[in-house]
């Protein structure tokens, strides 16, 4: 069964430093997310790709947060400088072309961050 | 714009009883739902959609969930619970087919604790 795959599940890091989270998604699926989800709280959608395109960053905290997905497949996340605030369960998920969520959302297990 | 409250942060039911997770939702225009399942450590998982056409929808695991106009409501719902329900829920919502980017708001979530 297909599934989307994250790396690393689980990393520590200390603040300041320099992380970077990576996701592979299901094949053919054009729509890519990366959600944040801090403990006790729902998914928060940080970005979203169409193919290539980002079609919405605006929860991103660009000064240290960036992300991309160059040749339409799979993608990173990257957070420089990583703050204690950062500390959270991140989340890719994909979809086929189209509506966003009019067919069903696929998600990974996830990247448990912890910034000490 | 749009927004998901569910009610209730931790539920607690006693194995076989009935499930009820409420979940209402704030949408301009007519939505697409959603209700997904999250188990410790684990990305999100599709329990069951709404987007158009019978309002009583019915899921994987034996949950269903009812779409209510006019109670603005999308409600989950089990007969009998099983030790294995524990888990997080998260209800969602999405605008329905406006065609283009849809973004996905989810709410803050349920945790289920199913006692023996």
């Known amino acids: 069964e297909a599934e989307v795959a994250q790396s690393p599940r689980y990393k520590i890091t200390e603040k300041s430093q320099a992380v970077a989270f990576w996701c592979d998604p299901i094949?053919?699926?054009?729509?890519l997310y990366w959600y944040r989800q801090i403990l006790g709280q729902g998914p928060e959608l940080l970005v979203q790709f169409q193919d290539e395109s980002v079609v919405d960053d605006s929860q991103l905290p660009k000064d240290r947060f960036s992300a991309e997905r160059l040749k339409g497949v799979d993608s990173t996340l990257k957070i420089q400088p990583a703050e204690l605030g950062d500390s959270a369960m991140y989340l890719c998920?994909?979809?086929?072309?189209?509506?966003?969520?009019?067919?069903?959302?696929?998600f990974g297990q996830g990247t448990r961050l912890t910034v000490v | 714009a749009q927004s998901v409250t569910q009610l209730g942060s931790h539920v607690s039911v006693s194995e076989g009883a009935l499930v009820l997770l409420r979940c209402n939702y704030s949408?301009?225009?007519?939505?697409?739902l959603f209700w997904y399942v999250q188990y410790p450590n684990q990305g999100l998982q599709l329990l069951l959609k709404y987007t158009t056409g019978a309002t009583l929808v019915k899921g994987i695991n034996g949950f269903e969930a009812e779409f209510k106009k006019s109670e603005t409501s999308f409600h989950l719902t089990k007969p009998s619970a099983h030790m294995s329900d524990a888990a997080e829920y998260f209800c969602?919502?999405?605008?329905?087919?406006?065609?283009?980017?849809?973004?996905?708001?989810f709410g803050t979530g349920t945790k289920l604790q199913v006692i023996p």
């Open positions: 094949s053919g699926h054009a729509t």
């Open positions: 998920a994909s979809s086929h072309r189209g509506h966003s969520m009019n067919t069903e959302a696929f």
């Open positions: 949408s301009s225009v007519p939505p697409y």
């Open positions: 969602a919502v999405t605008p329905g087919d406006s065609g283009g980017y849809q973004k996905v708001t």
